[in-house]
């Protein structure tokens, strides 16, 4: 497929995907509402050819924002049963500050609308109509970063922690084994809805599940009180790539309210969490026996030395310097670069527990490539950008907008497809949309 087939049909993705409600979904059936990142995602899409689209992608998410400065992962704008949990599920009601209006769950994703904000400044045509936009909504992802500060850095080192596997955006990555066998949730009853979708085999596991449930049932217990989440939730973590996209988004605020103008204030504070964060950034998270940037274990006190795709998503925020952003690289080409592999796996397919067509577990994800392209291109490594923006493309090509990628070269031989999970996939058509018009 030629170019100009592929954004045409990465076009038809996103408008069949989008909601009279002013959304989009994922991808039909699988995952009918709107997600938090997946917007974000999408809405950079959008702005190459509907602006209007692209600022109703972000509007929507805005108005289901706690009193707090919270935005949760999901938003139920819509009534749908294809999907669990749902919005009966979460309770959110048992927070004194959730939104009234809008039903969500209680967790949040990776805070990426900040630089979202300012990509679409950058694809608008025009300039004056978008920054009145963005002037209009900036102060409400400013104050969710203000709630990430003072509601979930419990050491005050300008790292937020993440209570949820779901919160990281990387479900049932290999990261989260080793916390999982410290917990023994109950055998939960409940009927799930995304193994009526896809195959059951390239999903998260019934008692993978249980753990997912069991966090939020603490949650619920606690009434989304964050303090008492920090005291009693068995999972507790310094997620890198959570962490990067606020870094980026802390940047793009940072640039995007000194084009506004007279915000010193909000600036003075953004540029204090960006100094504490990228310092604390680098003294914990990076492991010097594996090059790379790892997550960090809260509750057990202990780092978590396992590399994945997230572990090169601090490049996107500037996070290393120049000599620790050529050991990363070196690692990236190392294990993950392979002459037999595309660009780049989702866990580390050195090690065992790598599991090509499990979520995850091991399937390239647009969404951490194109992450990783930007990285890439900041640090001038364009050789390296260049192979991965080619893969990705290959890879749509090849299989079309799914959800994920067997990262395997041969498997496309073999079996002739290696593409997973939903079809028509809203961020696969939005951040291919970017990748080409680069």
């Not at 706690?66 to 919005?87: A, E, L, M, Q, R």
Request: hydrophobic letters at 35%; glycine letters at 6%; one cysteine or more.
């Amino acid at each position: 497929m030629n170019k100009d087939n592929l954004l045409k049909e990465a076009k038809r993705v996103l408008l069949d995907n989008f909601q009279p409600e002013g959304f989009t979904i994922p991808c039909k059936g699988l995952y009918p509402f709107q997600w938090k990142w997946d917007s974000g995602f999408i809405a950079i899409g959008l702005a190459h050819f509907d602006i209007e689209k692209a600022k109703s992608e972000i509007d929507s998410l805005l108005k289901s924002q706690w009193g707090n400065g919270f935005i949760p992962h999901i938003v139920f704008h819509n009534d749908s049963d294809t999907y669990f949990p749902g919005p009966d599920f979460h309770h959110t009601y048992l927070h004194p500050e959730a939104s009234k209006k809008y039903k969500s769950s209680g967790i949040t994703q990776p805070p990426v609308i900040g630089f979202v904000l300012e990509e679409l400044y950058r694809l608008a045509e025009d300039k004056d109509d978008i920054l009145c936009f963005i002037e209009s909504r900036i102060d409400s992802v400013y104050k969710n970063h203000h709630y990430f500060y003072s509601h979930r850095d419990p050491f005050d080192e300008g790292l937020v922690y993440i209570y949820h596997n779901w919160e990281s955006g990387t479900d049932n990555s290999p990261m989260w084994d080793h916390i999982w066998e410290t917990m023994d949730p109950p055998d939960y009853d409940f009927q799930r809805k995304d193994t009526t979708h896809v195959d059951a085999s390239q999903r998260p596991t019934k008692r993978e599940y249980d753990h997912y449930i069991n966090i939020i049932e603490i949650a619920k217990s606690c009434n989304y009180d964050d303090r008492l989440i920090a005291e009693r939730s068995p999972f507790l973590v310094y997620d890198p790539l959570f962490n990067a996209m606020l870094l980026k988004s802390n940047e793009s605020l940072i640039k995007l309210y000194g084009i506004i103008g007279d915000q010193y204030e909000k600036v003075e504070q953004l540029e204090k969490w960006q100094e504490k964060s990228k310092k604390s950034f680098n003294d914990k998270l990076f492991d010097h026996n594996l090059n790379a940037y790892i997550h960090y274990d809260i509750r057990n006190s202990k780092p978590i030395p396992l590399i994945s795709s997230s572990s090169f998503t601090p490049l996107f925020a500037g996070i290393p310097n120049k000599e620790k952003a050529v050991k990363l690289i070196q690692t990236l080409q190392e294990r993950f670069g392979g002459e037999n592999s595309y660009l780049c796996a989702s866990f580390d397919p050195t090690e065992e527990r790598f599991n090509p067509k499990k979520y995850w577990r091991g399937p390239v994800w647009i969404n951490l490539n194109w992450i990783i392209y930007k990285g890439l291109k900041r640090y001038s490594f364009d050789e390296m950008a260049e192979r991965l923006k080619n893969e990705t493309v290959e890879l749509i090509d090849k299989e079309g907008f799914k959800e994920y990628f067997d990262p395997r070269k041969e498997v496309y031989k073999n079996q002739g497809h290696g593409g997973y999970g939903g079809n028509d996939f809203s961020w696969s058509a939005a951040l291919i949309i970017d990748l080409l018009n680069q």
